[in-house]
């Protein structure tokens, strides 16, 4: 009876044993499935990583293709050098109309058959003569362009195209308009624009100036610097009233 009693026990304690031992791997596997579980969902972000850098680089492409840049002034690599030289003087040009003022017309009309009020005498822009700073308004250098002439609306103002006859490298140019010290209600212009071409047709804008005005001397001067090269030179000019020139230069 005793020995039964002890089998007993010992049974008790070897089932115990192998309870407790199964407890104790069931425990231990259960971290192991759940640290698999990062692994995987670490995989992720890498996917989702990988598609903004693809829309960062269909942006560029696209932001590059909206981009488009006009082509600038391009100089002409067979200019002349100008020396230091005035290269308009003696070159011939054409002009915008110069005002004809009836004599019995008291409105400032525009009369075709008047003659030109202040005319242009054997190429006067072009001839090397500067009217003198106390020149007065009827001196022979100047010749007269007015906002009343019928051509003035149609261009935006009084022009002047002048042949150099040769492409230059141009550095400074100057239009030389009369000042209030004219009288007469003749003033500098109020804006002198100058253009370039190499071919007459084709434009490039140097950029406007408004002429120095000085109420103690004729003269009116407008220059600007520049760093062009051209054949033609193309001046406009807007003005309240008459506007005087006597000389161009291109340097």
Not at 106 to 112: I, K, L, S, T
Not at 143 to 162: C, L, Q, R, S, T
Request: charged share 20%; net charge negative.
């Amino acid at each position: 009876m005793k020995k039964l009693s002890l089998l007993l026990a010992l049974l008790m304690i070897f089932t115990c044993c192998a309870l407790a031992s199964c407890s104790e791997e069931e425990t231990s596997s259960a971290p192991e499935a759940s640290s698999t579980a990062p692994a995987t969902s670490s995989e992720a972000p890498a996917t989702s990583s990988e598609a903004p850098a693809e829309s960062s680089e269909e942006a560029v492409e696209s932001s590059e293709e909206e981009v488009s840049e006009e082509p600038g002034f391009v100089k002409n690599p067979d200019a002349l050098a100008t020396e230091g030289a005035n290269v308009a003087e003696g070159k011939t040009y054409t002009r915008s109309l110069l005002y004809r003022q009836g004599g019995a017309d008291v409105e400032w009309g525009w009369d075709e058959n008047a003659t030109i009020a202040y005319p242009d005498d054997a190429n006067d822009l072009t001839d090397g003569v500067i009217a003198a700073d106390d020149a007065a308004y009827n001196d022979a250098a100047w010749m007269g362009f007015h906002k009343n002439a019928p051509d003035y609306a149609e261009n935006n103002g009084a022009w002047i195209i002048v042949d150099l006859e040769n492409s230059y490298v141009l550095s400074e140019l100057t239009l030389y308009t009369g000042s209030i010290f004219l009288g007469s209600g003749i003033a500098a212009p109020t804006n002198v624009e100058f253009l370039v071409s190499e071919d007459g047709e084709e434009w490039y804008s140097v950029g406007s100036v408004i002429p120095t005005t000085d109420e103690t001397v004729a003269n009116a001067p407008a220059t600007i610097e520049c760093d062009v090269t051209g054949r033609y030179v193309k001046i406009v000019m807007q003005t309240p009233g008459w506007a005087f020139v006597s000389e161009f230069t291109a340097k």
